[in-house]
């Protein structure tokens, strides 16, 4: 794990420093809302429905158990008790008081910690593959990788303030589980026929109002080169990127209107007036920043699985992943219990997680950005042990992959642009298909749910997907099928108009219905049916005569 070095400290310090005057400033009256609010921004602090909230950095979804604890401790200080673990691998806490947000910052940053561009128009926190440094399919671990743009990227004096906000994902495998091609820069690692590292670019992808696929813009790009290539794409767009219309400003749009061909002829001719630079990165500065990555040493562990728990072989069989050694597994924790809300850990469950972590995986928990804790090196003679205590913090549920683990924003109850709730949307549904039985029998389903049209939910890349929308002063769910995050990446089509908040768990019921009744066999999946069959099966099923006429 990447450890601050000198530089990091004193800035860190020095910003905190800076903010608690600004905050000064603002609580005395000396700074308007309007005044404060970029530079709130630029400490991840903003102001929702009901009370400020504080956006927490968790660079490539990495924490130490010592981390884990100061969120814990904060939670239990100086917000209600929780935190709300996002989609972007960071944490939020939903109801600091202003005056508490510096010393927050300072406790944060004992631990190596900050909230720095988890907000504003720059380079937002990079994220990677939760099971990156374990998973047993890796090419590579791509968070050396993601902390050499995390280094390169923070507080750039020529990309802080670009046309918007800009998210960079890494992943090490070709199973992709980091979603990289709904970013704007998504980062393959992988090797050439030759045994070189190097990365596929891909450049445009986005969510929100505008869902979009990015395209691939290198097949190869030398490991050297990457934040060479990374400034010529940022120098594009901060120089054609619109900025006379923010819904129009992600480099999606400039993509979308400049042509993939026109674009990518614009990169190659930066990247070629840099890339014998000062950016050139040295074998000598990758090789040192993969040694604070190196993997725990992990010794040999003799193991058989205890098979006459059914809880526990259920929780074998969705929340235990494959570990490139074979003594060893990667574990989910799901934060999805049945009928709770979807990436909430209180304080307790952060010290209880810390305390296994430091005890029986060697010290490292990730944040996944489907919204759930990993423990990435677990001796399999440890999962029984690993499971009961987790049992015994609400924390076993054997749901990772399955229709009740659910991705959901925090919608209507606390974002100021949500136009409809998720929370309890997810609730009932979670609810609904709570048994263990029945969501194996659906198998693999990813269910995402977004209050309003940006999308924090990921509702555009969600097998089904759920949007909030508000029509007349009635918060509606509109649907959408066939989407995916994968490294088969496509956004999913909306089937007809909304349902009203009574209405949409039995319009999601339907439609695993129909999935069921129409899927040649058990191991054919949501996703693979409804490639196959198409949206009429489910237009049918959910308007009847009504889809027929449209």
């Given at each position: ?5 000198e530089f ?81 691998q960071?944490?939020?806490?939903n109801w600091?008081?202003?005056g ?48 050499i743009?995390?280094?390169w ?17 890494v ?18 690692l ?23 696929v ?32 923010k ?57 058989s699985?205890?098979?006459?728990d ?50 029986l ?8 950005h ?21 049992a ?7 749901n ?54 940006n ?5 555009h ?37 909304g349902?009203?908040?009574?209405e ?44 027929k006429a449209?």
């Amino acid at each position: 794990m990447y450890r601050y070095d000198e530089f990091d400290h004193a800035f860190v310090k020095a910003r905190t420093a800076e903010f608690a005057d600004q905050v000064d400033r603002r609580l005395a009256g000396d700074l308007t809302e309007d005044q404060f609010k970029p530079l709130r921004l630029m400490n991840g602090v903003y102001l929702q429905l009901h009370a400020y909230m504080l956006r927490i950095a968790i660079p490539y979804g990495t924490l130490s158990s010592k981390q884990l604890r100061m969120l814990a401790h904060i939670a239990r200080t100086y917000d209600k008790g929780y935190g709300h673990f996002t989609t972007r691998q960071n944490l939020q806490f939903n109801w600091p008081a202003l005056g508490d947000i510096p010393q927050i910052l300072e406790d944060l940053a004992s631990v190596e910690m900050h909230a720095l561009q988890t907000s504003g128009n720059c380079i937002r926190n990079v994220t990677a593959d939760h099971f990156a440094g374990a998973a047993a399919d890796e090419v590579a671990d791509p968070r050396p990788y993601a902390e050499i743009l995390r280094q390169w990227s923070s507080v750039h004096p020529e990309f802080s303030f670009l046309p918007r906000k800009f998210k960079i994902a890494v992943t090490g495998a070709e199973r992709d589980r980091a979603a990289i091609q709904v970013h704007d820069i998504g980062l393959h690692l992988k090797r050439n026929e030759a045994g070189e590292l190097g990365f596929a670019v891909y450049v445009g992808g986005g969510q929100g109002r505008t869902p979009m696929v990015a395209k691939k813009v290198r097949d190869f790009l030398p490991e050297a080169d990457l934040l060479t290539y990374s400034t010529a794409i940022l120098r594009v767009y901060n120089l054609n990127g619109r900025r006379d219309n923010k819904y129009k400003a992600r480099i999606k749009i400039l993509v979308h209107e400049t042509g993939t061909e026109e674009l990518t002829r614009q990169i190659e001719a930066e990247f070629a007036e840099i890339r014998n630079g000062e950016l050139k990165l040295p074998q000598a500065d990758i090789d040192a920043i993969e040694r604070y990555f190196a993997p725990p040493e992990l010794p040999a562990r003799p193991h058989s699985d205890d098979v006459r728990d059914p809880a526990f072989v259920s929780w074998l069989a969705h929340n235990v992943n494959p570990h490139r050694s074979p003594d060893y597994a990667s574990v989910t924790i799901s934060l999805k219990g049945i009928g709770e809300v979807p990436g909430d850990a209180s304080d307790a469950q952060m010290d209880a997680i810390a305390d296994l972590a430091e005890e029986l995986a060697f010290d490292e928990i990730r944040v996944s950005h489907e919204q759930n804790l990993i423990l990435p090196h677990v001796a399999r003679a440890d999962l029984k042990t690993v499971y009961d205590r987790l049992a015994g913090i609400g924390l076993a549920t054997a749901n990772a992959g399955l229709v009740t683990d659910i991705i959901a924003c925090p919608g209507l109850d606390y974002c100021a642009l949500a136009n409809a709730r998720s929370i309890s949307v997810a609730q009932e549904i979670s609810t609904r298909f709570g048994s263990q039985s029945r969501q194996e029998e659906i198998g693999e389903l990813k269910l995402k749910i977004s209050g309003c049209i940006n999308a924090c939910g990921h509702h555009h890349v969600g097998h089904i997907g759920i949007l909030g929308v508000e029509k007349k002063g009635t918060e509606l769910y509109q649907i959408t099928l066939g989407g995916s995050g994968d490294e088969n990446t496509s956004i999913g089509e909306i089937v007809g108009r909304g349902f009203t908040a009574g209405e949409i768990t039995d319009a999601i019921e339907t439609v695993v219905d129909t999935y069921l009744a129409h899927r040649t066999d058990r191991q054919e999946t949501f996703l693979a049916a409804y490639r196959r069959l198409g949206a009429a099966p489910f237009k049918h099923a959910l308007y009847g005569a009504e889809a027929k006429a449209a």
